[in-house]
């Protein structure tokens, strides 16, 4: 199983620019997540998706889009970058039944410049 | 104020101490909670979960929960220069299907 699989590892972007980020996850989770690391602000979530069809704000969501396309694929979308969205983001997935953990992605390196 | 709080640090103990990681959250609806190991330039992977009041050993790992006093730990004991990482404390409440993440602590074990 590959578990959570995002595109791309790296990608630099100039200011303005657009682009989607992929995941994909083959543990047949309900909820999928996106969260950016940034130094000293530890992991903070900008969207997620509790189920196939829904999607709800996190804690930083201005200047992002997401799209839940099936029950396997979650994508996050800047339309327009800023330098402020530099960061690393990693993308997850969980079966929230009981007391289950998030597995995450091996992350997406963006810079903005 | 972040509902998840950690110490930044960085810890250092020596090889084979006990190192004691601690973590605060605000919520009183959360639920569970997770403790998640990051090596620079990885993803976080988890250590273990623990919900219930009290203790949950694993391994070298031992969880500790306090719920009237909202608070989470972790204590690594033999302490190893390869659990030098950072630590990732997330709590989730039922039926909110978030996880939210302390700013993690950075350890160091040293030879």
């Known amino acids: 199983n590959a578990g959570v699989t995002q595109t791309p590892k790296f990608q630099v972007l100039k200011t303005g620019q657009s682009m989607t980020l992929q995941c994909a996850q083959d543990?047949?989770?309900?909820?999928m997540y996106w969260y950016r690391q940034d130094p000293g602000m530890g992991l903070r979530l900008i969207y997620y998706?509790?189920?196939?069809?829904?999607?709800d704000k996190g804690e930083v969501p201005n200047g992002y889009n997401v799209s839940r396309l099936n029950k396997r694929e979650f994508s996050l979308r800047l339309e327009s970058a800023a330098p402020s969205q530099t960061s690393v983001y990693f993308c997850?997935?969980?079966?929230?039944?009981?007391?289950?953990?998030?597995?995450f992605g091996q992350g997406t390196r963006l810079t903005v410049v | 104020q972040k509902e998840v709080e950690q110490n930044s640090g960085p810890l250092s103990v020596p090889e084979g101490a006990i190192a004691s990681l601690n973590c605060t959250y605000s919520?009183?609806?959360?639920?569970?909670f997770f403790w998640y190991r990051q090596y620079s330039g990885k993803s976080p992977e988890l250590i273990m979960f623990?919900?219930?009041?009290g203790d949950k050993e694993d391994g070298r790992f031992t969880a500790q929960l306090n719920k009237a006093s909202q608070y989470v730990s972790l204590l690594i004991r033999d302490s190893q220069p390869s659990d030098s990482a950072t630590y990732l404390c997330?709590?989730?409440?039922?039926?909110?299907?978030?996880?939210?993440f302390g700013t993690g602590t950075r350890l160091k074990v040293l030879a």
């Open positions: 543990m047949n989770h309900n909820s």
């Open positions: 623990i919900y219930s009041n």
């Open positions: 997330a709590a989730s409440t039922s039926g909110t299907y978030k996880y939210i």
């Open positions: 998706s509790a189920s196939e069809g829904t999607t």
């Open positions: 919520d009183r609806g959360s639920q569970s």
């Open positions: 997850a997935s969980s079966a929230p039944r009981g007391h289950t953990e998030a597995f």
